[in-house]
């Protein structure tokens, strides 16, 4: 951890008689104000309602824990050990607990792993469906509530997917 830290400080000269101060990046002139906060607390649920995909997580009827778990999942704030390692935690070992040939990611872990895999085709084999395997589970959630079904054939389709990675 000390030594990422002093890479950071590698391209930045220190001024000894200079006196700190505070930048907030979220405006060009570097003051917080409130209408700047506001704007990027807009901006990200603005992100969140043009995506859609939020939208329709809270519509499935599943228990709130199995929902928030997803939200999470296709945010990327889940506790996998290479969102650890980005927060600098130390870990003993960041390898998949089910394949152990890999870094575990979210990614890896939910839809890519050697073990998990074989789960998802075959879900897809029960409505005859082929198709490739996107690399973000954002991506992985989409054609499951874009999908070519409507009504109660979605509402399943969305459930399947819920309860499958809740399960993994």
């Known amino acids: 951890m000390a030594v990422t830290f002093l890479e950071e400080l590698e391209g930045h000269r220190i001024r000894a008689h200079s006196a700190d101060q505070w930048v907030w990046v979220a405006d060009p002139s570097g003051q917080y104000t409130v209408r700047s906060a ?12 043009q ?6 997580l809270w519509k499935v009827k599943f228990p709130s824990k199995v929902a928030v ?5 296709l945010k990327d704030r889940l ?12 870990l003993q070992d960041f390898m998949c607990p089910f394949c152990r040939t890999m870094e575990e990611s979210a990614s890896h872990l939910f839809f890519h792993c050697s073990k998990v895999f074989p789960l ?11 198709g490739v395997f996107p690399h973000h589970p954002r991506h992985h959630f989409l054609p499951h509530i874009y999908g070519a079904y409507e ?14 990675t809740w399960t993994i």
Not at 51 to 56: A, C, N, R, V
């Open 51 to 56: 995506d859609g995909e939020f939208k329709e």
């Open 79 to 90: 506790p996998t050990r290479d969102n650890l390692r980005r927060k600098h935690v130390e």
């Open 120 to 130: 998802w085709c075959e879900m897809l084999s029960w409505v005859n469906l082929v």
């Open 69 to 73: 778990f997803a939200w999470r999942l």
């Open 151 to 164: 009504g109660i054939q979605l509402d399943r389709w969305k459930g399947w997917w819920l309860a499958l």
């Open 38 to 49: 506001y704007t990027v607390l807009r901006e990200d649920l603005l992100q969140e309602d």
